[in-house]
């Protein structure tokens, strides 16, 4: 079996560098953009309880798993599954992890990169001093009109893509350790400046208030569907990255310590930048609900009125863009690495053409944000859901019901099947295939176990606790939930606030309870597997 071999691709120089890269692909626009943001929506302390169970019952199991399973077949995703696979003589409907993987891969990067495109931007804008002395109304002003201009999105989402591109050609070792580093560290004592900035002229108070106090009421299950989605997407889970990672990663370190520590920098990493943002929000009466800008609103208005804030906020959101670059990096390594052994071709060229296709499907999102905002999917309209819409004219349709009008742009899609549905459902897989699929012996023999006792308790949350936890989120998150929760039905529209996800919902749920019962029928019937076997 392959797992003493050293993968073609490189290997860590040690534990460390590996610590250090999977941090640089978990810390990103997850933490820094998306969580603050995505708390903001969905209420605050009750949401932040739930991420942060999910990091604990699930992310950090699935991580040792990922790891290990990456560790273990020492190849792209795809062709380890395929070597454990055959190891452990399991059925080929479990290639399923590689190639989803490498799916969503492509897909958050195309996105990922057009958001990475606005930090890039406002380096710029806090550099030139736009926001000296900014209000509120600056500020926003200046967010909107960014996103007006797609040839400008178009331009850094371009940029963005050759940078990410120009360290994957380069090869693992050269190109992703050098960059990461220096900027890890440098990023974190910046946020840390920041806090303190919005301690002393913030609403602090209220802010802790918001982010930690659980107010249950506020939960819906799409939320805790979130949450969940959001766990695996800022550790970088259920897609093959820390796989590929992982099979760099050398073979006597130890998995456990090692996913502790990086789970635990991620978390603390999204917190602090919560509780640098929020403070700011709430002082200057801005909405946490304000979605994807409020990261891009909240902070230039702060660095606008601090002193040295031309200075501060540039290097703040070169940090931001080089802890985005660090991740995407690891989006695009699983497919990278595949097409390398796929088609025995160089690292640039497999580069080149991913990074190609990759860039044109960005242009979707590019669009989302202007020209194409008005066409919308999954519309909720008093009528019931329409699969594609014309924001406009369902507006001009429902006139007393534009309140009630909801739909995902081309973004919004893309963003929601990811994180929320094929992380998750990668994640299941992971937990299963290496809590059913695998061989025990194998699979302890890899841990490298030290204390049993670790190793037992882990084996036994990620065979039932893991898959069960996931299992019953994506059933509530993605059923009608008027079906739990009348109180969400609109009386006057007879809408269920949650009903635009319905179709999604009933697929998945379907697919999560096939594979599950599959699953545990086909590993019942198997001998036990002890040890000794
Ligand atoms: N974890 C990264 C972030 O939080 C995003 C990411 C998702 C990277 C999946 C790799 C794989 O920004």
Redesign the pocket.
């Known amino acids: 079996m392959a797992n003493n071999n050293q993968s073609v691709h490189g290997i860590w120089r040690n534990r460390w560098i590996f610590i250090l890269a999977a941090t640089g692909?978990?810390?990103?626009?997850?933490?820094?953009?998306?969580f603050p943001y995505i708390t903001g929506e969905h209420g605050g302390g009750a949401f932040v309880l739930m991420y942060l169970a999910c990091i604990a019952l699930v992310g950090i199991p699935v991580m040792v798993a990922e790891v290990a399973m990456g560790r273990r077949g020492r190849q792209s995703p795809i062709n380890t599954m395929i070597s454990l696979i055959s190891e452990a003589k399991a059925g080929p409907a479990w290639k399923a992890i590689g190639w989803m993987g490498a799916l969503?891969?492509f897909l958050?990067l195309s996105f990922?990169s057009v958001i990475a495109g606005w930090a890039l931007s406002y380096v710029l804008k806090l550099a030139a001093g736009t926001f000296v002395g900014a209000d509120q109304a600056l500020a926003g002003d200046q967010f909107s009109d960014m996103l007006g201009d797609p040839s400008g999105l178009m331009m850094w989402h371009t940029i963005f893509m050759v940078l990410t591109a120009g360290v994957i050609m380069r090869g693992v070792n050269k190109g992703i350790e050098s960059a990461i580093q220096v900027l890890m560290p440098l990023l974190f004592v910046l946020l840390l400046v920041l806090i303190g900035y919005a301690a002393k002229n913030g609403n602090f108070a209220e802010a802790v208030h918001f982010m930690f106090d659980a107010d249950f009421s506020k939960l819906s299950a799409e939320s805790v569907l979130v949450a969940l989605g959001h766990a695996?997407?800022?550790?970088?889970?259920?897609?093959g990255?820390?796989m590929a990672y992982g099979a760099y990663m050398p073979r006597q370190a130890s998995i456990g310590t090692t996913v502790f520590a990086i789970a635990g920098l991620?978390t603390l990493v999204a917190l602090l930048a919560g509780l640098a943002i929020f403070p700011i929000v709430f002082a200057n009466g801005l909405e946490p609900s304000a979605g994807p800008g409020l990261l891009f609103v909240s902070l230039p208005l702060a660095f606008g009125n601090m002193a040295g804030g031309q200075f501060f906020g540039a290097l703040f959101f070169i940090l931001v863009t080089f802890?985005?670059w660090s991740?995407?990096i690891?989006?695009i390594e699983p497919a990278t690495a595949w097409a390398v052994e796929r088609f025995k071709t160089s690292r640039v060229k497999a580069t080149i053409g991913i990074a190609f296709i990759i860039w044109f499907l960005g242009i979707g999102t590019v669009f989302s944000f202007n020209d194409w905002s008005d066409y919308v999917f999954f519309a909720k309209t008093p009528d019931g859901i329409e699969l594609f819409a014309v924001m406009s004219e369902l507006k001009a349709m429902y006139p007393t019901a534009v309140d009630t009008l909801k739909g995902l742009t081309f973004f919004d899609l893309l963003d929601f099947i990811t994180a929320n549905i094929m992380?998750p459902l990668g994640g299941l897989l992971i937990a299963l295939f290496v809590g059913f699929g695998m061989k025990y012996h194998h699979v302890y023999n890899e841990m490298q176990v030290k204390t049993p006792l670790f190793f037992n308790i882990w084996y036994v949350v990620l065979r039932f606790i893991t898959p069960i936890a996931i299992g019953i989120v994506f059933i509530q998150g993605l059923l009608p939930e008027c079906s739990f929760d009348s109180e969400l039905l609109d009386a006057d529209s007879g809408v269920c606030s949650n009903a635009p996800y319905l179709q999604p919902r009933l697929i998945g749920g379907v697919i999560i309870a096939i594979v599950y019962v599959g699953i545990i029928v086909k590993s019942l019937k198997k001998p036990a597997r002890g040890l000794a076997e």
């Open positions: 692909s978990a810390v990103g626009l997850g933490n820094i953009w998306k969503a891969g958050i990922y695996f997407f800022t550790l970088s889970l259920g897609m990255a820390i991620d802890a985005a991740s995407a690891s989006l992380l």
